[in-house]
């Protein structure tokens, strides 16, 4: 899965494409039910896009000093729709049409999953499972237990199936079909942590 945010691409953009995007933007997103109360007024954006496109004029006929203001003017147009980029994607929390609809262009960044705690996984041979745990810092060993689930009332009964030092354990000789439950342990200079939630598999 992936969030989408606005991208700030504009300041690659050329003299002229920058304001013909400014415009856009300004277009999409004043009036726009989705954002009633963007940090920069209309008014505000409006005369910045019309002070960079003056500028842009005037460079085409003037000096060193003329092109000078017209990058200036260009780098407060800059700052002007970055400041609005971000508040369309503090309103926006990732939607993408959100952001579309305001004008804005969009990326997509990756969205960092946790680690699971514990996983199992098919063994290299039939009858055994390879877990993998989330390796705890300060960990100097792991103990592992594992449960037959038959789904009986009376509860689990645990057994103890091996330790290690590192975070996984491969188990062999387990009975095909059947439904087996794992959870582990860490042993740590502060002592032994409670057992992990435990994961389901059944065997094959």
């Given at each position: 899965?992936?969030?989408?945010?606005?991208?700030?691409?504009?300041?690659?953009?050329?003299?002229?494409?920058?304001?013909?995007?400014?415009?856009?933007?300004?277009?999409?997103?004043?009036g726009n039910p989705l954002f009633t109360?963007?940090?920069?007024?209309?008014?505000e954006a409006k005369a910045a896009v019309d002070a960079l496109e003056a500028a842009i004029l005037a460079a085409k006929e003037g000096g060193p000093t003329a092109v000078s203001a017209m990058?200036?003017?260009?780098?407060?147009?800059?700052?002007?729709?970055?400041?609005?980029?971000?508040?369309?994607?503090?309103?926006?929390?990732?939607?993408?049409t959100s952001i579309l609809s305001s004008g804005f262009h969009i990326?997509?960044?990756?969205?960092?999953?946790?680690k699971a705690e514990l996983a199992a996984f098919d063994g290299e041979h039939s009858g055994s499972v390879r877990l993998v745990a989330k390796a705890l810092l300060g960990a100097v060993a792991y103990l592992w237990q594992m449960a037959i689930d038959d789904a009986a009332?009376?509860?689990?009964?645990?057994?103890?199936?091996?330790?290690?030092?590192?975070?996984?354990?491969?188990v062999?000789?387990?009975?095909?079909?059947?439904?087996?439950?794992?959870r582990y342990a860490a042993i740590?200079?502060?002592?032994?942590?409670?057992?992990?939630?435990?994961v389901t598999k059944i065997i094959i």
């Open positions: 899965m992936k969030i989408s945010k606005p991208v700030i691409d504009f300041a690659r953009f050329s003299m002229s494409e920058k304001v013909t995007f400014f415009r856009h933007v300004n277009d999409q997103l004043y109360t963007p940090d920069i007024t209309f008014a990058h200036d003017a260009a780098e407060r147009a800059d700052t002007l729709y970055r400041n609005l980029a971000h508040y369309v994607e503090r309103i926006a929390a990732g939607d993408e990326s997509k960044q990756p969205v960092k999953t946790p009332e009376t509860g689990l009964v645990w057994i103890a199936i091996g330790s290690s030092t590192r975070a996984t354990l491969d062999s000789g387990l009975e095909v079909m059947k439904r087996y439950k794992f740590t200079a502060n002592g032994t942590t409670d057992y992990c939630e435990p």
